[in-house]
T-cell receptor, first 116, second 113 residues
């Protein structure tokens, strides 16, 4: 079975600071993908970044980067130069390539609040 | 282009009634997923359709839940004899074949009184 753990229910950060959202995972699948989604108060799920388990480099997308530490089974999201519009729920998710390839398994989420 | 659409956006029903939730995926997307999100929680997988293959129903919580999809188009999630614990936001997502990212719709908020 696959499992995602997000241990920070809430985070408060000052605008323009960097923030790291924690995510650890567990899977027996030798090949898998890790995702981060943003969910603003409006409710839509916005894809942010993807990391494949065999990717040699950490994924980056603009201000988002994924700190992937395979041995520790962690996939933390780093947001640089945070903005007020970054305030939202953030979900870490994984998808097996062999097992459970047809679904995303989500963590409980972290509510990020950016203070001006 | 148009994204994933879902209807209705909100549905209030009485305990014991049946409800139908609709999802229109992005045109050309062969994969379609249904998820449930209870208040303050992450998303729970319900069911997955891929082309003409048999759907993966492993996430459906009870036999009161069912879903259909016509080809690679519209999908309907049906909940029979609704219970208060069915109250949640039901999210639909679609993706092209062999693409990692899932594109989500705005969801249907279901409230069972």
């Amino acid at each position: 079975a696959q499992k995602i753990t997000q241990t920070q229910p809430g985070m408060f950060v000052q605008e323009k600071e960097a923030v790291t959202l924690d995510c650890t995972y567990d899977t027996s699948d030798p090949s898998y993908g890790l995702f981060w989604y943003k969910q603003p108060s409006s409710g839509e799920m916005i894809f942010l970044i993807y990391q494949g388990s065999y990717d040699q480099q950490n994924a980056t997308e603009g201000r988002y980067s994924l700190n992937f530490q395979k041995a520790r089974k962690s996939a933390n999201l780093v947001i640089s130069a945070s903005q007020l519009g970054d305030s939202a729920m953030y979900f870490c998710a994984m998808r097996g390539i062999i097992q459970g390839a047809q679904k995303l398994v989500f963590g409980q989420g972290t509510r990020l609040t950016i203070n001006p | 282009g148009a994204g994933v659409s879902q209807s209705p956006s909100n549905k209030v029903t009485e305990k014991g009634k049946d409800v139908e939730l609709r999802c229109d995926p992005i045109s050309g997307h062969t994969a379609l997923y249904w998820y449930r999100q209870r208040l303050g929680q992450g998303l729970e997988f319900l069911i997955y359709f891929q082309g003409n293959s048999a759907p993966d129903k492993s996430g459906l919580p009870s036999d009161r839940f069912s879903a259909e999809r016509t080809g690679e188009s519209v999908s309907t999630l049906t909940i029979q004899r609704t219970q208060q614990e069915d109250s949640a936001v039901y999210l639909c997502a679609s993706s092209p074949y062999a693409v990692n990212e899932q594109f989500f719709g705005p969801g249907t908020r279901l409230t069972v009184l």
